[in-house]
T-cell receptor, first 112, second 114 residues
Framework: DAEITQSPRHKITETGRQVTLACHQTWNHNNMFWYRQDLGHGLRLIHY???????NKGEVSDGYSVSRSNTEDLPLTLESAASSQTSVYFC???????????FGPGTRLLVL | TQLLEQSPQFLSIQEGENLTVYCNSSSVFSSLQWYRQEPGEGPVLLVT?????EVKKLKRLTFQFGDARKDSSLHITAAQPGDTGLYLC??????????????FGKGTKLTVNP
């Protein structure tokens, strides 16, 4: 069965360190998205991609970057982790011209 | 500015009661989606409504899209403990500036007590 996976599921890091969160989908979807979920804010879009070599900034992109070298993967990098980036991160994918998104299980990140 | 306002934010009810969750906006969307999220998991799509005035039913859940495509509601009849979770509405197209992006409401955390 097709799926979308995220790793690690839990991560503790220190401020200033670079952190990369992995997202891998086997749906063969062109569209991929990264969100963060925080109490009081809901899901907010960080970055998204509509295909290989395409990346776009979302609502809360400062301090984050993504790269899309193949269809299956969209890693999210925190260049220099800050305590404000402590959150639960979700990756999602969708088919072109379709609004239904399929979500991964999430990565819980704690920045100390 | 939050494009989608959900209410209530929290709801705790007894098994067998009915409830309605609202998702409102001043903006027009091409579609409204409802997701359900359980602790430690990602959101899972329940339904998509695309036509103004559309009503969809999923067992005990009834979803409605407003005539002007600015708001939606989720009604649960005879709630059960298995309905417990975070309910998220999400709007696509129109106000979001691209049909494939979604904007999410903050969610309604529902607890159904046995």
């Amino acid at each position: 069965d097709a799926e979308i996976t995220q790793s690690p599921r839990h991560k503790i890091t220190e401020t200033g360190r670079q952190v990369t969160l992995a997202c891998h989908q086997t749906w063969n979807h062109n569209n991929m998205f990264w969100y963060r979920q925080d109490l009081g804010h809901g899901l907010r879009l960080i970055h998204y991609s509509y295909g290989v070599q395409d990346t776009n900034k979302g609502e809360v992109s400062d301090g984050y970057s993504v790269s899309r070298s193949n269809t299956e993967d969209l890693p999210l990098t925190l260049e220099s982790a800050a305590s404000s980036q402590t959150s639960v991160y979700f990756c999602a994918s969708s088919e072109p011209d379709q609004e239904t998104q399929y979500f991964g299980p999430g990565t819980r990140l704690l920045v100390l | 500015t939050q494009l989608l306002e959900q209410s209530p934010q929290f709801l705790s009810i007894q098994e067998g009661e009915n409830l309605t969750v609202y998702c409102n906006s001043s903006s027009v969307f091409s579609s409204l989606q409802w997701y359900r999220q359980e602790p430690g998991e990602g959101p899972v799509l329940l339904v998509t409504v695309v036509t103004g005035g559309e009503v969809k039913k999923l067992k005990r859940l009834t979803f409605q899209f407003g005539d002007a495509r600015k708001d939606s509601s989720l009604h649960i009849t005879a709630a059960q403990p298995g309905d417990t979770g975070l309910y998220l509405c999400a709007g696509g197209g129109g106000a979001v500036g691209g049909s494939e992006k979604l904007v999410f409401g903050k969610g309604t955390k529902l607890t159904v007590n046995p």
